[in-house]
């Protein structure tokens, strides 16, 4: 089965995001979007619907991890009775879908295990694989559907429908696995440059979380809220994810499985809420144009949630290939409450928002910063200050954590 939803790390290149458990199981991963079907799903059931295993091969090793700064650069140590060993991970920021996993030895040595298991389509494709690469150069591309990815850095066998390999790292020594995503009618990726994604995803989001404007209590646990709020809005369309995840039930068993990886207006109303209180206005910008684009012509017309682009159609499908968190069924794609949540009223507070945000650049003559540092106050009722770092599973500290 699959992990606590709290021993899970975050990874996010801002267009979708991947879960990492502290055993070195990555158990979710959609791609290329948020809302596009899973190739690891376990966390919605467990391997066989998906999971991309990477630890040392004793089961007795001990981990520690932390973020890399103000980053989603994730750091995990490995300690053994032969020697430690880091595993990096990130989404790289950048025009491409990957994860980079680089295994580096710090003492001694330690011989690591690796597992596969690619299910398409929230576990409903087995992909066709094959071996595409060369001794040197191993390269495993899996196709199905209009979907492939190519994860490179290790010679994988076949064993059923899991790959799998070992590999020993020593003391200085470097072994980098990256999987990447690609339309399957085109010819393949080429090898990543491992070092300038790792350099450039963490100067990218340390840049970022730099400004923020925030002088009170709990700066890093304010710092890596805002971080998660930031990793959640699409870098291209403004659109606002109001969680990484589908199908998380709101109590373990229940039916109210909800789909939050589209724009729901509320929680968006609420996530510019906490972006522009720590000066981040240049985001209420791209909301406000995704915000006029979806709404159009008619705000009457307006609905409780969108797609990531504005999208209007969002058929409900119930996801039957997935048991479930925890067992908790069904699982689904788009689905959501039939009751409304008073769409205008979420819209006209993302309004009043935007609004107060450009007022504060129009005064300091910056389009991304404010006059001075907002309030952090948290909202009533809410349990960490941006009201959604819980529902990303980021943050022990929140008491609710849903899909």
Known sequence: MGHPIEDYALLSNCRTAALVSRNGDLDWLCLPRFDSGS??????GDERHGRWSLRPADPHARMERSYDGDTFVLVNRWTTPTGEAEVIEAMPIGHDTAVVRRVRGVSGRVEFECHVRLRFDYARAIPWVRQTGTHDEPCLRAIAGPDAIDLRG???????????????????AVRDLTLTWQRSHLDGTPPRDVDADLASTRRWWQDWSDKTEHDGPEHALVTRSLLVLRALTDERTGGV???ATTSLPEAIGGERNWDYRYVWLRDAALTLEALIAHGFIDIAHHWRDWLLRAVAGDAAQLQIMYGLAGERDLPERILTSLPGYEGSSPCGSATAPSTSSRPTSSARSSSRWTRRGWRASVRTGSPGRSSR?????????STCPTRACGRCATSRRCSRTRG
């Not at 190739?39 to 919605?44: H, P, R, S």
């Not at 290790?154 to 200085?172: D, K, M, N, P």
């Not at 540092?373 to 009722?381: A, C, E």
Request: no cysteine; aromatic share 8%; hydrophobic share 40%.
């Open 39 to 44: 190739i690891f799903g376990a966390l919605l």
């Open 154 to 172: 290790v010679r994988l066998q076949g064993h059923g429908h899991r790959h799998s390999t070992r590999f020993t790292v020593e003391a200085g």
């Open 241 to 243: 994810a109001a969680a």
């Open 373 to 381: 540092p907002w309030s952090s106050r948290p909202s009533s009722g």
